[in-house]
């Protein structure tokens, strides 16, 4: 069955620190991936995807993610951080070529970003 | 507003009584997701629609739990006799189809607390 993990749940940085959570995903075929940003009161936003080719995939808001295929993971990067990246993130895997196309999500990490 | 609308935001039933959440999807979208987010847990596929067809049903609670698309008009979620656990965030997201390049929108999602 497909899964996603995600390590941290809740992450305090201060502005300026460089950020990478972690995601890793079990699933047993080819997969799409997401990262999606949910801030307070606000529904969710893809903040980056990636489907095929270069595995490091770039995002909105200087966001960034490196799929590893032999890790089995996709973890989300940013260098700098600013007190408006204060958001949940959620990692999501989509099976390839399945009729359902349901996203699998995983249980999310807080992020609090000090001014 | 274009994106995935969701009504109402929040709604507050008694125990036993029916919940009907809307979900009217992105403008050109055709294929509808429900998910439910529990407290301290990330989002839980539930069903995926399209036009007047359940494709995929599998996170659908069995019994009381109901999801139509109707030709015309919105994504309706039914909860039938609710119970205090079914408090939880429900998000609505939308799709222009199923291939790999399709990713989801979502809606600010309706908040549902059972008293």
């Known amino acids: 069955a497909q899964s996603v993990s995600q390590h941290n749940h809740h992450v305090i940085l201060s502005e300026a620190a460089s950020l990478e959570l972690g995601c890793n995903y079990s699933?047993?075929?080819?997969?799409?991936l997401f990262w999606y940003v949910q801030y307070p009161g606000q529904h969710l936003q893809l903040l980056l995807k990636?489907?095929?080719?270069?595995?490091l995939v770039k995002g909105i808001k200087g966001f960034e993610a490196e799929f590893i295929k032999s890790k089995f993971s996709f973890n989300l990067r940013k260098p700098s951080v600013q007190w408006s990246d204060t958001a949940e993130y959620f990692c999501?895997?989509?099976?390839?070529?399945?009729?359902?196309?349901?996203?699998?999500f995983g249980t999310g990490t807080l992020l609090a970003v000090q001014p | 507003n274009a994106g995935v609308m969701q009504n109402p935001r929040h709604l507050v039933r008694r125990r036993g009584q029916e919940a009907r959440l809307r979900c009217s999807p992105m403008?050109?979208?055709?294929?509808v997701y429900w998910y439910r987010q529990l407290p301290e847990e990330g989002l839980k596929f539930m069903v995926y629609?399209?036009?007047?067809?359940?494709?995929?049903e599998s996170g659908m609670p069995k019994e009381r739990f109901s999801a139509e698309f109707p030709k015309e008009g919105p994504s309706i979620l039914r909860i039938q006799q609710v119970v205090r656990g079914d408090s939880a965030a429900y998000f609505c997201?939308?799709?222009?189809?199923?291939?790999?390049?399709?990713?989801?929108?979502f809606g600010d999602g309706t908040r549902l607390s059972i008293l």
């Open positions: 997201a939308s799709s222009a189809g199923t291939g790999d390049r399709q990713p989801q929108h």
């Open positions: 699933y047993g075929g080819t997969v799409n």
């Open positions: 990636y489907f095929s080719g270069d595995p």
């Open positions: 999501a895997v989509r099976g390839y070529g399945g009729a359902t196309n349901k996203l699998i």
């Open positions: 403008k050109g979208h055709s294929h």
């Open positions: 629609l399209q036009k007047e067809n359940i494709i995929d």
